[in-house]
């Protein structure tokens, strides 16, 4: 018998639904006969932990996988999708959490790709020039048409993405982490964008593990666990307490700087750090810059997007180069070395962008945990698989990630998981400083408080730490110090008993009164 709860009756009609939806791989079930309802110009979102069925529903829903059992619903008739392609022929698109654009190819050419528009000569580039125009003034975003994708910065890629899925006109549009890379300025203007497509009668699925921002925009809340559906309510009878007890069984926080401690001298120390700007412009995204981290300290750097924090922390491990400063691990000057003469003397980053710069999608989850180390087990052509194995069995041990062993595809992990082999790859060099570039992104509550639990432990065994945030809630979980970056600048730096308030306030965003 099927126990999943039949969503209540809604005033609006309903233009799409799951019935007892089934999907299983192998003897994996992913989802476990769920049924879920989708109402014209209402934004349903759905909540749940990495891993929960979310994504796999929603491929369903967009016909990018199909069910092993249950039937979807269009228009109150059966549909059977075969393909993305066919669910976009019938008004369905989704935005993907993980981006699929093609880097060497301009905004334009990405948002049309694959139905391109023509006429009596060809491709008509003008039109779709004009039309990119448009869409990205509609988004408030200032991205030049003919820009190839990999000249923007993360955040501007995401606006890509959602402007190609705006370009369909869909009746049905599914957000899988939208906002996941945007600023705070950037997450306002897409929901303008929502209440407008809702007010013409587009449905919009929305999926966030930015839980009180997804409370703006929701009239519904569905929550998945472990592939089943567990709780539904209308917006006005659910808060954030409500969210987070039916995602993980209890009220979850991300913790508290960890005592009980002294620090150790200073591990980290920069000096007057200027950074030009990467794409060329006429200014520095890092603008004299210094600052201390010692052994055992957790530092959060906090800003809004174009704060310089990524290009910080890049020039730091050796992304970037400096155009002027001193970078000193631990005593010694380390501005001069390479990215991995860097990682060997102790100084390892964890990438804000996990798919494109943390992972090797085609390796294994134990390749991916041993990267960063395999000099270690190499001599000559040869490498010690038993020393790389015990120390792959380690990592996922440590880190917790939930695999069924090392030979796992690492494509097969959530995204919560892959965030940790991401961080576990780093540890296994036995770094002296980590620093994270926006740790938590695209991964949920639970998971967030397992990366952050185990920075916490690391610390307390002497490992120096800074991780960078734009979600000012994560800055007063561990950390012992917040340190605020503005234009390039530290602008305010706080101990862990600051509000939030004036952490907004010191990063120039405004502040509701």
């Not at 935005?95 to 990405?110: C, G, K, M, T």
């Not at 310089?308 to 001193?326: P, S």
């Not at 990215?339 to 962008?353: C, N, S």
Request: proline content about 4%; glycine content about 8%.
């Amino acid at each position: 018998m099927n126990d999943t709860p039949t969503p209540k009756p809604d005033l609006r009609e309903v233009v799409l639904a799951a019935r007892n939806v089934a999907k299983s791989y192998g003897n994996i079930h992913a989802l476990k006969g769920v049924n879920f309802d989708i109402h014209r110009g209402q934004v349903t979102t759905l909540f749940g932990e990495n891993g929960a069925g979310k994504s796999t529903l929603m491929k369903i829903l967009s016909g990018v996988i199909q069910p092993t059992t249950g039937q979807i619903i269009l228009d109150g008739q059966p549909v059977s999708f075969q393909s993305s392609t066919e669910a976009r022929d019938r008004g369905i698109s989704i935005i993907h959490q993980e981006l699929s654009l093609a880097p060497n190819l301009s905004v334009r050419d990405n948002i049309f790709m694959g139905r391109e528009i023509t006429g009596p000569t060809g491709v008509n580039f003008a039109e779709e020039e004009r039309q990119v125009r448009r869409l990205m003034a509609e988004l408030e975003e200032d991205i030049d048409p003919l820009t190839p994708v990999e000249e923007l910065r993360l955040g501007q890629q995401q606006i890509v993405e959602i402007a190609r899925a705006l370009s369909v006109d869909s009746r049905i549009l599914i957000m899988d982490e939208p906002t996941s890379a945007l600023s705070a300025t950037e997450v306002e203007v897409l929901f303008k964008v929502i209440r407008d497509l809702t007010s013409k009668g587009v449905s919009i699925v929305y999926i966030s593990h930015h839980l009180e921002e997804a409370l703006q925009i929701t009239d519904h809340a569905v929550v998945l666990r472990d592939g089943n559906m567990t709780a539904y309510a209308p917006r006005a009878d659910i808060d954030l307490e409500w969210i987070v007890r039916n995602m993980v069984g209890e009220n979850y926080d991300l913790g508290s700087p960890p005592t009980g401690y002294a620090f150790g001298d200073t591990a980290l120390s920069v000096r007057d750090l200027t950074v030009p700007d990467p794409a060329g412009g006429a200014f520095n995204v890092v603008d004299r810059l210094s600052l201390d981290v010692k052994a055992g300290e957790i530092v959060c750097i906090y800003g809004l997007m174009g704060a310089g924090r990524t290009e910080l922390l890049e020039t730091v491990a050796g992304r970037l180069r400096a155009g002027r400063g001193q970078i000193v691990l631990e005593g010694h000057e380390v501005s001069h070395l390479t990215i991995a003469e860097r990682i060997a003397r102790g100084l390892a980053l964890v990438p804000e962008d996990r798919q494109r710069d943390g992972l090797v999608q085609t390796m294994s989850v134990g390749q991916n945990l041993s990267l960063a180390s395999i000099m270690n087990f190499t001599k000559g052509l040869f490498t010690q698989k038993r020393a790389e194995q015990d120390l792959i069995d380690q990592t996922i041990r440590k880190v917790t990630v939930k695999t069924s062993g090392g030979a796992a595809a690492i494509g097969s992990l959530s995204g919560g998981n892959q965030q940790k082999v991401v961080i576990g790859k780093m540890l296994a060099t036995n770094p002296r400083v980590i620093m994270l570039d926006e740790p938590s992104r695209g991964i949920d509550i639970g998971a967030k408080a397992e990366v952050f639990r185990l920075l916490a432990e690391r610390a307390k065994e002497g490992l120096a730490v800074v991780y960078s945030t734009s979600e000012v809630g994560e800055c007063l979980s561990i950390a012992h110090r917040i340190i605020v970056m503005h234009k390039g600048r530290i602008s305010a730096e706080f101990d862990s008993t600051v509000s939030k308030e004036k952490i907004m306030a010191a990063s120039g965003e405004s502040v509701a009164a």
